[in-house]
């Protein structure tokens, strides 16, 4: 008697996948898939809506600086550097602004700069989004402690 082990993807079997990316929106789909994850959930989990995700995986938009970061944390993924500081806030000026660049300059994810502040990730990227309003006092008095250190 013989036995025969296997190892097949099962995602080589859907035309949608990627099998050789090639483009930004190619790698971006097959790391989602890797990771069995719906483009809605990856959009959840990274705070960004499902269309989104959807127009980067057609190559019809490119994700911003946060987003490559979360992408890059979420989905384990490499993407050139180039992605990574294109949105780099050369010449702050609004709080936001000048928030994502302390937090870049000591490179650290959103996630790891919401932990070292005690606070939910979210609250990272609303804030870098210019989407947050006026944050609690204790929130706040963590961000400015942050951009004084």
Known sequence: MYT???SINLNDFKPSYPKN???L???????RMDKG?????????IGIDEDT??????????PQYGDVRNLQDTLDLKLPAVLIYRDYPSNPITFSQKF????????????????????EVTTIRRLECEKMKKP????????KSFLLD
């Open 53 to 62: 995700v959807i127009n980067w995986e057609k190559d019809r938009n490119m």
């Open 136 to 143: 609690q006092k204790a929130t706040m008095g963590k961000l």
């Open 4 to 6: 025969l082990e296997l």
């Open 25 to 31: 929106g190619e790698r971006i789909r097959k790391a």
């Open 37 to 45: 994850l719906y483009a809605k959930e990856l959009a959840k989990l």
């Open 21 to 23: 990316p090639q483009t």
């Open 100 to 119: 994502r660049q302390k937090r870049l300059d000591l490179n650290l994810s959103q996630k790891e700069a919401a932990k070292k502040l005690g606070l």
